[in-house]
């Protein structure tokens, strides 16, 4: 008789073997798949200890691709990105590598924590990097480097106690290290305590004088802001010696230079500047200053002529160059080049001011007195186009308005000598008597805030006799 459990009880144990089969065969295929992506990592491994950082992250991104979950693989492949200049794909990679390890032990979460703050960084994400260096010190709290790293954060979100705080703690764990004075010394130039960043960097030097060009940088900087130019000029030498095409180095020296009064050496470190970064409009506007101070009008012209080739679009350029021909007495370049700048920035008093004196040298007196107005008008406190408006009132007879102007500046800056001296001129002019307190006094003022008394009293005198001249000419007829 035909029993249908049997029958049934049959079909179970068949189902069952092809279930243990495939559930075999699956474990076989892992296992075999887990081989392969281990050989593979293993060569990408190698790939990447010989610097092939693009072959090596092919080699892991075909072992991912067998098995996605490799914590050795995505940090691999991470810190390959990472030194390709990649961090946001490296970042990713050091996510996941930490999402999926539940068993790390602390030296490799540490590694870990580190290498996704360094990815940070190159994001420009400091917070977040402080955030995994805290993590590396609770699992490492006596490594000097890891504090030295989060000081380094702190600073750049200007956080200037709590990165002075950290490299504190590195020095203290070990004060042998020559970046941790160096980084230190950062910090205290940030705060603007030039002296203790002297000598944390002097420190860094004697531990280590092979330190990179920028702590010899950095010193010279901090010795120039205290005026010991001297030393800041030795110390930025040595910077160039380590960095001999660093146009930074380069400019900062002719900057250094220049303020000592040394402007031949000043030129030439601009000219090396120069050399260096052909195309910086900056160093062109720079050097051709220096050439001013050092009264070679000609060169600094070609100068300001080459920036503007290069930068065409900058009033300042057009102002530096007007002055060089206000200064050689070439009044209508001097007058186009001030226009043009005004064009650039038409409520700017001082271009006004400068045009205003180049139209004056046109004897163009009607439009300087425009352009004075006009600078008045954009600075009501600018006290040079009051006292200039005066001069040509004075020039024009209009007497009245230039006593005003002249008061005026007297008004807003009581320490303006060029008003007392002009007005006592102005008064003379006007017929008062030169012994008169209304003029001593003025004069007596001009004086004491650096005018010479003498040449005063002497041009107070000749006005007077020109005076009594015109009169005594005028009853003979």
Same mark, same amino acid.
């Given at each position: ?126 917070? !977040?990097?402080? @955030?995994? /260096? #805290? *993590?590396? =010190?609770?699992? $490492?709290?006596? +490594?000097?480097?890891? &504090?030295?790293? %989060? ?113 031949? !050496?000043?030129? @030439?470190? /601009? #000219? *090396?500047? =120069?050399?260096? $970064?052909?195309? +910086?409009?900056?160093? &062109?506007?720079? %050097? ?190």
């Amino acid at each position: 008789m035909f029993h249908p459990n049997i029958k049934y009880k049959t079909l179970f144990i068949l189902l069952l073997t092809l279930i243990l089969l495939n559930c075999n065969n699956n474990q076989t295929e892992k296992i075999e798949n887990t081989a392969d992506s281990t050989e593979i990592t293993n060569l990408a491994l190698d790939l990447k200890s010989q610097g092939l950082f693009n072959e090596s992250i092919e080699k892991l991104n075909e072992s991912l691709q067998v098995n996605p979950n490799q914590p050795k693989a995505l940090q691999a492949r991470g810190e390959s990105l990472l030194l390709l200049g990649k961090p946001q794909e490296a970042l990713n990679d050091f996510n996941k590598t930490i999402e999926i390890s539940t068993s790390l032990d602390n030296q490799k979460k540490l590694e870990l924590y580190q290498l996704r703050a360094q990815a940070y960084i190159y994001l420009g994400e400091n917070r !977040k990097a402080i @955030e995994d /260096f #805290t *993590e590396a =010190i609770k699992l $490492d709290s006596n +490594n000097a480097n890891l &504090y030295s790293k %989060r000081g380094k954060s702190y600073l750049e979100v200007i956080e200037l106690r709590l990165s002075l705080k950290d490299y504190d703690q590195a020095i203290k764990i070990d004060p042998s290290k020559a970046e941790y004075y160096a980084g230190r010394g950062d910090v205290f130039t940030k705060k603007g305590d030039y002296r203790m960043a002297i000598e944390d960097y002097g420190m860094a030097l004697q531990l280590d004088p092979k330190q990179s060009a920028d702590v010899y940088y950095n010193r010279g900087s901090a010795f120039a802001q205290i005026g010991q130019m001297n030393d800041a000029v030795k110390h930025l030498t040595a910077a160039l010696r380590l960095d001999p095409d660093n146009a930074k180095l380069q400019t900062y020296l002719a900057v250094t230079l220049g303020e000592m009064g040394n402007y031949s !050496k000043s030129i @030439e470190a /601009f #000219t *090396e500047a =120069i050399r260096t $970064d052909p195309k +910086n409009a900056e160093l &062109y506007t720079d %050097r051709g200053n220096t050439y001013v101070f050092s009264g070679r009008y000609s060169e600094a012209i070609n100068d300001f002529d080459m920036a503007i080739s290069l930068i065409d679009n900058r009033p300042e350029l057009y102002a530096d160059r007007g002055l060089v021909h206000l200064l050689l007495e070439n009044y209508a370049n001097a007058e186009s080049d001030f226009s043009n700048a005004l064009a650039l920035s038409p409520q700017n008093h001082i271009y006004y001011t400068r045009r205003g004196n180049a139209r004056t040298g046109l004897k163009d007196y009607q439009a300087a007195i425009e352009d004075y107005s006009l600078a008045i008008h954009y600075n009501p406190d600018f006290v040079q186009a009051y006292n200039n408006r005066g001069l040509l009132y004075r020039n024009i007879n209009r007497f009245d308005l230039a006593l005003d102007d002249f008061s005026q500046s007297i008004k807003i800056n009581p320490d303006y000598p060029y008003a007392y001296a002009n007005r006592a001129l102005l008064n003379t002019l006007r017929g008062k008597d030169p012994t008169s307190l209304l003029i001593t006094q003025d004069i007596k003022r001009a004086g004491a805030l650096g005018l010479d008394i003498s040449q005063l009293t002497t041009a107070v005198q000749k006005i007077k006799n020109d005076l009594e001249t015109t009169n005594q000419t005028s009853t003979i007829k």
